[in-house]
C-alpha cells in the first residue's frame, strides 16, 4: 500500500513536471530577473550590476510617481464600473432573455468580432471618430446641438477611458456570463414564488451567486488597464501617463533599473489589490 502511494505521488509530479518548468523559465525567472535588476544603478552610458536602493528611493521620493500611481488608479476604477455595469447587463440579457442556445452562441460570438482585429486598430479607429473635426463633432453639429466642436472628445482623459472600455469589456462578459449560466433556474422561480419582484431577485440571488463571476472580470480589467500604456499615449496625445508610460519612457531611455524598480513596485501593487479582492469572494467556486 504504502509503495502504491509513493508510485502515484512520483507519477503526480512527472505529469505536473511539465507546467512547473514551464512556469518556472516564463514567469518566475523573468520575475526574479526584473526584481534582481531593479536593485542595479544605471548612469547615462552604463549599467552597473550592483546592489543599491538608489531606484526605489528616487521612485518613492518624487511627486510624480504618487500622481501618477493616483492617475493609473483613477482610470482602473473608472474603467471597472464601466465594464462592470455593460458587461452585466450583456450577460443578465444573454443569460435570461435569450432562450435558445443558438442564438446564445451567435450573440455572444457577435461580441467577440471586435476582437478579430488588433487592440491597436480598435484604439485608433477612435481618433477620427471623436476628432475636432470628426464623426462625433461634425453629426452634433449638424443636428444643432453643439455650435463649436467638443475638444475634451478626443486626447483627454474621457477619450483614454472610452478606448479602455471598448477594449476590456469582453473581459468582464465573459465570466459574469459564464456563472450565471451555471445558475439554478429553480432558485429564480422559488424567488418568484416567494414573491420577490424582478429587482429583488437580481439584488438578493442572481448579483451574490454571481460574485465569483464579477471578480474573476475585475481582476482581468483591473490588471490590463493598470499595466497599458499605449491606450493612454494616444488616447490622451501624450497629455496624461500611468504607471505603464512611466516604464515605457525608461525603457526608450535604456534606463532599465529605474523601469524594472517600476515594474515591481506596480506587479505589488496589482498583486496586494488582487489579494484584498480575493479576500471577499472565493473565486474557486467558479474555477
Not at 500500500?1 to 512556469?23: I, N
Not at 448579483?207 to 465569483?212: G, R, W, Y
Not at 499605449?230 to 531611455?253: E, P
Amino acid at each position: 500500500m504504502e509503495r502504491l502511494l509513493k508510485s502515484r505521488h512520483v507519477t503526480g509530479w512527472l505529469l505536473a513536471s511539465p507546467l512547473v518548468l514551464v512556469l518556472f523559465f516564463f514567469l518566475i525567472l523573468p520575475i526574479v530577473m526584473i526584481v534582481v535588476v531593479s536593485f542595479w544603478s544605471a548612469t547615462e552610458f552604463s549599467i552597473v550590476p550592483d546592489f543599491s536602493f538608489e531606484n526605489y528611493a528616487f521612485l518613492f521620493g518624487s511627486d510624480v510617481t504618487y500622481r501618477v500611481f493616483l492617475n493609473t488608479a483613477k482610470y482602473a476604477l473608472i474603467t471597472w464600473a464601466f465594464t462592470l455595469a455593460i458587461g452585466f447587463t450583456v450577460a443578465y440579457f444573454l443569460a435570461f432573455h435569450i432562450r435558445s442556445t443558438g442564438w446564445q452562441t451567435a450573440l455572444f460570438l457577435l461580441c467577440t468580432i471586435p476582437f478579430w482585429t488588433s487592440n491597436i486598430i480598435r484604439m485608433i479607429s477612435w481618433i477620427p471618430f471623436l476628432g475636432r473635426n470628426g464623426i462625433a463633432n461634425s453629426t452634433l453639429q449638424a443636428w444643432g446641438v453643439i455650435d463649436q466642436p467638443l475638444d475634451w472628445l478626443l486626447f483627454s482623459d474621457f477619450s483614454v477611458i472610452l478606448a479602455f472600455v471598448h477594449l476590456y469589456t469582453l473581459f468582464m462578459v465573459v465570466p459574469i456570463f459564464n456563472t450565471m449560466m451555471r445558475i439554478d433556474r429553480s432558485l429564480l422561480e422559488a424567488a418568484n414564488d416567494a414573491g420577490a419582484t424582478g429587482w429583488q431577485t437580481l439584488w438578493n440571488v442572481i448579483i451574490p451567486l454571481c460574485k465569483p463571476g464579477i471578480m474573476i472580470g475585475t481582476i482581468f480589467v483591473v490588471t490590463m488597464v493598470m499595466g497599458d500604456f499605449i491606450t493612454v499615449r494616444f488616447m490622451s496625445g501624450s497629455q496624461s501617463a500611468n504607471v505603464g508610460r512611466l516604464i515605457s519612457n525608461d525603457i526608450a531611455l535604456l534606463q532599465y533599473p529605474s523601469a524594472a524598480a517600476t515594474s515591481v513596485v506596480l506587479l505589488a501593487t496589482v498583486l496586494i489589490t488582487i489579494g484584498i479582492m480575493l479576500r471577499f469572494v472565493d473565486i474557486r467556486k467558479e474555477l
